[in-house]
C-alpha cells in the first residue's frame, strides 16, 4: 500500500470505507470521504473511485464543515 498523501490512488488505501452523502443523486455526481489512520480524511470522486484522493487533517475538515454550515462557500451554487 501506497502512503496516503494528495495524489495517492484511491485504490492503493486499503480498507478504507468510503462514504458519501444521503443527499448524493444516483448519477455519480458525488464526493466520497473516508477516515484513515492517524486522524487524517481522504476526499474521492466518486466517478473516478481508484482516481487521486486529497488527504486532510481532521481540523482542516472541521474547518471546512464549519463554512459550510454558516454558508461561506453558498455562492458556488449561484
Known sequence: ????????S?????????RKS????????CVE???LSG???AMRNSRFPDGPVLVYTREEIAA???GVK????????S
Open 64 to 66: 471546512f464543515l464549519g
Open 1 to 8: 500500500m501506497q502512503r496516503a498523501e494528495n495524489g495517492v
Open 22 to 29: 444521503r443527499r448524493s443523486g444516483g448519477n455519480g455526481n
Open 39 to 41: 486522524g487524517h480524511v
Open 70 to 77: 454558516d454558508g461561506d462557500f453558498d455562492f458556488t451554487l
Open 33 to 35: 470521504v473516508a477516515c
Open 10 to 18: 484511491a485504490g492503493a488505501i486499503e480498507g478504507a470505507c468510503w
